[in-house]
């Protein structure tokens, strides 16, 4: 099995072109898949645990280098910390990395994050956009079901506390950071009383704020596993001669109160 016969997969799957952010991001093309790691970054642990699993081939869902957008001519970029130590880790152990980004989040990553967080099927969906209606509670309470649902030690709100609250809107991953605020339009079209994000950040919030939308955030990998968990399950069900193992990153933010 190579490469191409995982990116012919992904294709037929999701039904909708390779974005020019993916397809493979560093190493042989055309090498021979032994085994596949799924994971949110190829992170040195995560290379670390191919190595483990004998796992020439890691199918990522997001950048392998900083910064996000390579500067035309490559640059220095290259010889940067993290960068250089993870092309090393990489080259040195021979491992092929494939970006699935996109074709993730249409194909089932979004679906996933409603999913885990149990606010059942979406009343409204365009794109990566999905709209939930729930019965109505305190913002307080809904963040707390999340908190639970999604396992995380802590959750962040910006909002009234004591609002009640029904129309939800979901931003998975990094569709909550202001980089991406153009999209919430989308979500506040459907008149939505909260935002459900993945990762946020202080211009976001303001944003919500001025909106007056409330935001509960929980983390970017953890809004995304859930559905890269699905996928890595997916592909060891329809390519039974490799094993595939899912790699999760971890949260790794430490909370003090
Ligand atoms: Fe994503
Ligand atoms: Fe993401």
Redo the contacts with the bound molecule.
């Keep these: 099995m190579k490469p191409e016969d995982i990116k012919e997969y992904l294709l037929r799957r999701c039904n909708r072109p390779l974005g020019k952010e993916e397809g493979i991001l560093f190493g042989d093309p055309y090498i021979e898949v032994r085994n596949i790691l799924v994971t949110w970054m190829v992170t040195l642990d995560a290379i670390e645990e191919a190595v483990k699993k004998d796992c020439n081939f890691v199918l990522c ?1 997001e950048a392998l280098f900083y910064p996000y957008v390579v500067p035309e001519g490559l640059g220095d970029v290259l010889s940067w910390r993290t960068n250089r130590k993870r092309l090393e880790l990489l080259a040195k152990n021979g491992i092929t990395v494939f970006r699935a ?1 996109g074709l993730l ?1 249409y194909l089932l ?1 979004t679906e996933y994050f409603g999913k885990t967080c149990n606010l059942g099927k979406p009343i409204a969906k365009e794109g990566i956009a999905y709209i939930y209606q729930v019965t109505p509670i305190t913002l307080k309470e809904f963040a707390r079901n999340i908190k639970s649902s999604m396992n995380l030690p802590s959750i962040r709100i910006a909002g009234e506390l004591e609002k009640e609250i029904s129309k939800i809107g979901i931003a ?2 990094g569709m909550g950071l202001f980089v991406n605020i153009g999209f919430w339009e989308i979500l506040l079209k459907y008149n939505v009383d909260v935002i459900l994000v993945g990762e946020t950040d202080e211009y976001a919030i303001r944003y919500a704020l001025d909106s007056g939308v409330a935001i509960v955030e929980t983390t970017h990998p953890s809004s ?1 596993n859930p559905g890269l968990k699905e996928f890595s399950e997916e592909l060891a069900r329809d390519f039974p001669d490799v094993k595939v193992y899912f790699h999760d990153v971890g949260n790794k933010w430490i909370y003090i109160t």
């Design positions: 869902h980004h989040d990553i998975v991953g995304e």
